[in-house]
């Protein structure tokens, strides 16, 4: 039998990263991200954790190397531990990374299990320390909870990489600050723009701030030596000789990173996306219950691979710019 194709695009960059999200519901309403009354896809509609353990395989068996699971906030979903022990034991089996993208408030009930499952680090978002800036950003007052969660993490040999988004007039001015709180915790830290992605309540305009700006403060503070280090995904990193710690930057709207994507999206009701600006997406869902599922995602990776986008196109220039995709990224994935 003839091994499956690897997902190699039109563009001839190499598939290796899935980033798989288990649910689009969350237990935080982050401002730039979903409104506050949030219409979440019907629970019938979400793939089973067992259709998802299966299309990981599909995507393993054609070169993906990593997979980190999002969603939503992917630990409010129930029995989602089994997901990890399942693709946990594919580690050193196909597999090289298992990792997961995180609020942060249910850590301390599962960083253990985590752990014990294989994975070996997380990103945890984290856009202040101010409770009060936290509770207004996030409409929900759990600023304790996520912090009480990365001890919990750290404790249990999880590698934390914090991920903020740099907000004009939110947080920007306690952005050192916060890289210093991460690096003294020994966690790395990236800074990410916002992206125009979905409706929010407000404009993004507003409260969109530019890295290339960021990073020039930063540099009139400290020492940034550039790194070659890498995790796999669009981040550009620095070493801050002060912090002793490292900074990742980034940037979908001031430095477009597309060239090397060797990233996809697979949303929890099966919708395979190929950019994360991009309205192209092929239905996994319909083909894994199909009468032939393995014929049929053939099928669907061929057509992915041929569509991928070069490149997404985010902007936010003006007041009211209109979002790049209409979906939230709750929806898609983080």
């Known amino acids: 039998m003839n091994a499956p194709a690897q997902l190699v695009d039109r563009f001839a960059r190499r598939i290796t990263y899935l980033r798989l999200s288990v649910t689009d519901r969350c237990d935080l309403r982050c401002a730039y991200c979903m409104p506050e009354r949030m219409e979440f896809l019907p629970k019938a509609e979400v793939l089973s954790l067992e259709e998802m353990h299966r299309l990981s395989l599909h995507f393993i068996a054609r070169g993906v190397r990593k997979i980190r699971l999002t969603g939503g906030e992917p630990l409010v979903r129930r029995d989602m531990i089994e997901l990890v022990r399942a693709l946990g034991r594919k580690l050193g089996d196909g597999l090289d990374e298992l990792t997961l993208t995180t609020n942060g408030t249910r850590l301390v009930e599962f960083a253990d299990d985590l752990a014990a499952a294989g994975v070996r680090r997380i ?21 304790p909870q996520v912090l009480e969660g990365i001890a919990a993490a750290k404790a249990a040999g999880l590698k934390v990489k ?5 907000l004009k007039d939110i947080n920007e001015a306690e952005l050192p600050s ?33 890295l290339d700006a960021v990073r020039r403060d930063l540099e009139r503070r400290w020492t940034l030596v550039r790194s070659d280090a890498t995790s796999g995904g669009p981040a550009r990193y620095v070493d801050i000789a002060e912090t002793g710690g490292r900074l990742g930057f980034i940037t979908p709207l001031t430095g477009n990173f597309c060239e090397g994507c060797n990233r996809v ?9 190929m950019c994360l600006g991009g ?10 219950r199909s009468a032939d599922p393995d014929g049929a995602l053939s099928d669907c990776f061929a057509r992915a691979m041929g569509e991928k986008q070069e490149r997404h196109s985010f902007v936010i220039d003006q007041p009211g710019s209109a979002p790049a995709v209409s979906r939230h990224m709750s929806t898609t994935g983080g």
């Open 178 to 210: 916060l890289i210093a709180w991460a690096h003294g915790e020994g966690h790395d830290m990236t800074l990410i723009e916002v992206m125009p992605l979905g409706e929010v309540e407000g404009d993004r305009f507003d409260h969109y701030l530019p």
């Open 123 to 143: 990103n945890v978002s984290l856009d202040t320390l101010d409770r009060e800036a936290f509770a207004r950003l996030s409409r929900r007052d759990m600023l």
């Open 162 to 166: 914090i991920n903020a988004v740099a």
């Open 279 to 288: 309205e192209g997406h092929v239905d996994l869902r319909a083909a894994l």
């Open 265 to 273: 999206r697979v949303t929890a009701t099966g919708q395979l996306y």
